[in-house]
Every structure is written in C-alpha cells, then in structure tokens.
C-alpha cells in the first residue's frame, strides 16, 4: 500500500519530480501491472514499494513492513517478502558462478539452507522452474534467454517471498518463449501463492496475464482498474492514446494464447 506518494531528483541540471502523489494498493496474490511510457514513473514506484527508493513524501508499506523505518533485525525478513526479476537476466547472473553457485550463495546469505542441505534445494528449485538439475554446473552463457529467466526466477523464488516484482520480463524474448515464461509465472504464482507486479509496456503481456492495472503518466497514475475494463473501455486519454499506438492488441493476443 502506498498513500500520496512523491519522488523528486534533483541534480545540476534542476529537479525532477518522479512520482507526484501516487496512491496504489496490491492485496495478498493479485497480479497487478504498471503499465506506461519510458520515463512514466512506474519503475519508480517500483522501487519505492521494494524499499529501494526512498520517498520524497507519503507513506510506505509492503508486506506488513514499513520499508523506510524498519529496525536492522527486520531488514532480512522484509528483503525476503519481495523479490525482483530483471528485464535480462544474463545481466545480473554472474558469468563465472554456475548457476548452482549462484542459487546457494542466495540459500547461504538467508540462512535458509546448511552446506550440506544446499546441493537439494538447489535441484528442488530447478525442477520447479522446468529446468534439468543437471544444469546446475553449467554457467549462465551456455543457456538460452528463456532459460536464464527461469533461473532468475529460480533465484528469486529461493527465499519464499510474497511478492515478485517482474520488471518487463518477457520483452526480450520471442512471442513462444514469452507465452513459456508467462505461463511459467501464472503457475508460480498460483502454486506459491505468490502476489505479482509486472512493470510493462507490452499491452497484450498485461491483458494475458495480469487482473488489475495501473496507467501511470508523467509521475502519476492516471487511471485505474481491473485490466479488462481499463484496456476495453480507457477512460483516460492516454490510455486511449497507448492503446491507439498498438492497433494490433488482439492480433498479438491472439498469437500468444495460441502458442504452444
């Protein structure tokens, strides 16, 4: 939950005003999307809700914690709560750690697994991505994009979180790829019972995939509500405007509720 909400960077060449009194709410296990232009303000938003971004003004609460006031023996557990997946996964995978390394040292720094218990949970981690256990000694170049983003997923599933924060995590891959990791998120999140915040751009992603949506334009949330009632009927004109810009919307979700 996050009440009037303003970000603002200043810097030599003035002030920026992020995010101008934004107000957003997230219930246990919704899929929710922020949606907007390049500059929008929505992975701003983001990471004020991760606690990564400290506000100018307004309040802050995820998961039960209030991110910017929290005592040092409750940061672990809120870093825990919520989780975040990359646009590329490559990039914040190590090039010289095995992918089993990397899923261990996740276990080790959280205190969630012992040496010998790892080695178990890694593979349990993999399997519930749809990855071969036997991949774990391979490094992240010898995997394709679809398949880093499970091991990222993996990665971020490691510590049980609450909610995962996907920062546009498909719109590097192809549709059939897309449809893959969508799906594999869908299942996930319902298995786990996992709330979701996808950050995109991808309308037909959002439609396919997420309950509420948020449209957010020059640091404010424009308008509001559940997807299909936002993109059938936009109340707001840029939303209409977003939706004008992609005229092929039901062509593209169309190809991907048919991809294999």
Do not use: W
């Not at 992240?140 to 994009?145: A, I």
């Amino acid at each position: 939950q996050v009440e009037h909400v303003r970000v603002v960077f200043r810097s030599g060449a003035g002030v920026v005003t992020a995010l101008q009194d934004v107000s957003f709410r997230m219930s246990a296990g919704e899929r929710v999307a922020l949606v907007g232009e390049s500059g929008s303000g929505k992975t701003t938003l983001a990471r004020v809700i991760m606690g990564l971004q400290r506000p100018d003004g307004g309040e802050v609460c995820t998961c039960g914690f209030r991110p910017y006031a929290l005592p040092a023996q409750q940061r672990a557990a809120f870093r825990r709560s919520i989780q975040l997946v990359f646009q590329d996964p490559y990039g914040s995978l190590n090039p010289r750690r095995t992918v089993g390394r990397a899923l261990e040292e996740v276990l080790r720094v959280h205190r969630l697994a012992s040496a010998s218990e790892c080695p178990a949970r890694v593979a349990m981690l993999l399997e519930q991505v749809g990855l071969d256990p036997a991949m774990a000694d391979r490094y992240p170049h010898e995997f394709s994009g679809g398949q880093r983003q499970r091991i990222a997923l993996a990665r971020a599933l490691a510590v049980a979180p609450r909610v995962l924060v996907a920062d546009e995590p498909v719109s590097a891959l192809d549709v059939s790829v897309q449809v893959q990791i969508l799906n594999l998120l869908a299942d996930l999140q319902r298995r786990c019972g996992l709330g979701l915040l996808m950050i995109a751009h991808d309308l037909a992603v959002v439609r396919y995939c997420c309950d509420r949506i948020y449209v957010m334009h020059r640091g404010r949330v424009v308008e509001e509500g559940a997807t299909a009632q936002v993109l059938g009927q936009p109340r707001h004109p840029y939303t209409a405007g977003l939706l004008a810009a992609v005229p092929d919307l039901d062509i593209a979700l169309a190809a991907m509720e048919t991809s294999p």
